[in-house]
């Protein structure tokens, strides 16, 4: 599969140059268990302050465990995570959930919520407990359903958006948290190829104003187009962190994923563009990439058996 | 830019999201897609708690006067501004003393008691739909009243009455532990929930029934029934202190439970991601709600679906455009508008069939299983 990679190449330093700015995110010798099972097994991770950081990984890597450890939605076992060159960790929950935003990747409500209602729920470690929303709420409500597109959403109800559309209203939901540090889980999920475009290049003009973001994502050609900073974990594990253009390599993938990848180069962004196939049955490496397309499918069940 | 695709004004998208298409998420239940006209919903709430407010008034003093007595409203308003040392104030002739006794020992007591159960049954079904985000979850359904009852039946088999309300919530606890445990701890599934207080409802009933038929000396059958369907005919001023005390000690600061239960609308993680504790908050209000319901259950027996019905009851008159109100609003008006329902069917209980009583749980759930029944073939996500 390939995708139209938009986003122009950053500049080179990407990623490698976070010693003008102040520190962005930053974990150390995070760990978490489950079930008797190590689940993040001492991830020590970096991004950039003002950077869109990419979590990628195959299934069960750890991807969604790990940004909600860092969004203190899980208490970790052990490590410390950080923003800003503040302890998140031993912050009080409200405290760090006006630092942190978390949208999630499966949200659904049963009530019957106005997508207003919904957004300022973002409001709640910002305002009183015990007093309703004020005007400044409503009205950072209503910014951030303008700035994820979804204003005219404003009085539907939440149950009868489109997959699409509850996605925006999700990502405005973690905005009118007003956080420094944004999480997203697979925030392109069910969305068509031009949402995925837009989401991506939305968080992206985010960080540009100077918020982190922390994106787990499934597809590799997404995290190549928009990463400025790219993790890879696999089975709990960092196994390689840095600009996508020197982390995302055949080696890698085929570490990783088990999967041949070409890496191409997109003709007009220049960023990187990966072409996949299964790997040759006897696992010999360098085959040529052009029968790709055809051969994965015919060889992804044989290979998933 | 090199291509067009992002830098598109993300609106143009939203557009483009057909329904009904592979991405269209929306459910055609509830999906009317109306748009809900304007604001306002606050001051449409405290409109309808003003009316509540007054209706709850009117109904203590009209339920009190009907009956076989042949009571006025303003004979009843007279002998309880009496009591209340007000009566000279007004210049109001004091009734006889046989038909005070009826309204100021009898039906005052019970309508109070009523009301106060009422209320605090409906707070505690919405707190515990709003916790564990399951639009039939209430303490009958779930097995907590039975719980209490069994815990009340059984002091006062040992003949430790004064103990009552702490058996009872103790009862309650072990109901609600079990019927969480049954329904499989963390992630609870609304149905598997109500499955599981299902089987604790039926265990703790028969062994009320069982722990009764034992011990009693008269009438078991009317002592069992009273027990599992519910009955205010012995609630005297007694009750009213025991029920209106829990209601003010626990049902009041549930009251201002209002935004955190809101912050559950999309489930613990994002309550969590917000800022709230959820664990501790997640037991500290059941823990609450089993004590409500422990010491209402004490005074009044197992009444069932008021808990169930009100919330969603009150979600329809105030929603705008479909959209319900917050649970700041919600929480205030299920209980006034429980006060209400509940003082209206026991007065049904005790006068439709007179002299003979009804278990008023009887009146309850022929009202309450139809809408059980609705909220079911509405909502048939809750899988």
């Known amino acids: ?305 | 830019m090199a291509s067009p695709a992002p830098a598109a004004p993300p609106a143009e998208t939203a557009r483009l999201v057909v329904p009904g298409a592979p991405n269209d998420k929306s459910r055609s239940l509830g999906a009317r897609g109306r748009r809900p006209r304007g604001r306002g919903q606050r001051g449409r709430s405290g409109v309808v708690a003003a009316v509540l407010g007054l209706a709850l008034a009117a109904s203590v003093l009209l339920a009190i006067a009907i009956g076989p007595a042949d009571l006025s409203p303003a004979e009843v308003l007279a002998s309880v501004l009496h009591h209340l040392g007000l009566g000279g104030l007004f210049g109001l002739e004091p009734l006889s003393p046989l038909r005070d006794g009826i309204v100021w020992e009898l039906r005052l007591p019970r309508v109070l008691t009523a009301a106060a159960v009422g209320a605090g049954l409906a707070l505690c079904g919405t707190v515990m739909q709003a916790l564990m985000r399951n639009p039939l979850a209430d303490p009958y359904l779930l097995g907590l009243s039975s719980g209490a009852s069994l815990g009340a039946v059984s002091v006062i088999v040992l003949g430790a009455a004064i103990a009552l309300p702490v058996a009872a919530f103790l009862g309650a606890l072990l109901a609600l532990g079990a019927t969480l445990l049954l329904a499989g701890g963390g992630g609870l599934s609304p149905s598997r929930t109500i499955l599981g207080g299902l089987a604790v409802s039926a265990i703790f009933g028969a062994l009320t029934s069982l722990v009764i038929f034992w011990s009693a000396t008269g009438d078991s059958y009317r002592e069992i029934l009273n027990w599992l369907l519910g009955s205010l005919a012995g609630a005297r001023w007694p009750a009213v202190v025991i029920a209106g005390t829990a209601l003010l000690v626990i049902g009041l600061p549930l009251l201002f439970s209002g935004t955190v239960l809101d912050a559950f609308a999309f489930g613990d993680t994002a309550a969590s991601a917000l800022g709230i504790p959820v664990t501790r908050v997640r037991w500290l209000l059941l823990g609450a709600t089993a004590l409500l319901t422990g010491a209402l259950v004490a005074v009044s027996g197992a009444i069932g679906f008021v808990g169930l019905v009100l919330p969603h009851a009150v979600r329809l008159l105030v929603s705008r455009g479909g959209a319900g109100p917050g649970h700041q609003a919600l929480l205030p008006l299920s209980a006034l508008a429980g006060a209400i329902f509940l003082v209206w069917m026991d007065t049904g209980a005790r006068t439709l069939f007179d002299p003979r009583e009804l278990p008023v749980g009887i009146l309850t759930a022929i009202v309450g299983g139809p809408v059980f029944a609705l909220i079911m073939l509405r909502n048939r996500r809750v899988g």
Do not use: W
């Open chain 1, 1 to 305: 599969m390939t995708v139209t990679a938009a986003r122009p190449a950053p500049a080179a330093d990407a990623g490698l140059a976070p010693d003008a700015a102040p520190p962005g995110l930053e974990t150390s010798r995070l760990h978490f268990t489950r079930a008797g099972a190590l689940v993040i097994d001492g991830v020590d991770c970096t991004i950039p302050h003002g950077r869109l950081g990419a979590i990628i990984g195959p299934n069960g890597a750890g991807k969604s465990t790990l940004l909600h450890l860092i969004a203190g939605v899980l208490n970790g076992d052990g490590g410390t995570v950080s923003h800003g060159g503040t302890r998140l960790d031993t912050a009080t929950r409200r405290a760090r959930a006006r630092v942190v935003a978390l949208a999630e990747q499966h949200a659904d409500s049963q009530l019957e919520l106005s997508v207003t209602d919904a957004v300022l729920l973002g409001r709640t470690p910002h305002r009183s407990l015990f007093a309703g929303p004020g005007a400044d709420d409503h009205a950072i409500a209503a910014r951030c359903l303008a700035d994820t597109g979804a204003a005219e959403l404003a009085d539907r109800l939440y149950r009868t958006l489109s997959g699409g559309e509850r996605q925006r209203v999700n990502l405005a939901r973690a905005l009118a948290q007003e956080p420094r540090l944004l999480l997203l889980d697979e925030p392109t999920n069910h969305l068509d190829i031009r949402a995925q475009l837009d989401t991506l290049a939305l968080v992206s003009r985010l960080t540009e104003r100077g918020l982190t973001a922390v994106a787990a994502l499934h597809d590799l050609n997404l995290a190549a187009a928009f990463a400025d900073h790219v993790i890879v974990l696999a089975a709990g594990r960092v196994v390689a962190a840095g600009a996508p253009a020197s982390v995302l390599t055949s080696e890698l993938i085929r570490e990783v994923y088990g999967v041949h990848a070409e890496v191409l180069r997109h003709p007009t962004t220049g960023r990187a563009l990966l072409a996949f196939s299964a790997l040759p049955a006897d696992d010999s490496g360098a085959d040529d990439g052009a029968d790709a397309a055809a051969g994965t499918a015919a060889t992804a069940a044989r290979v998933s058996a």
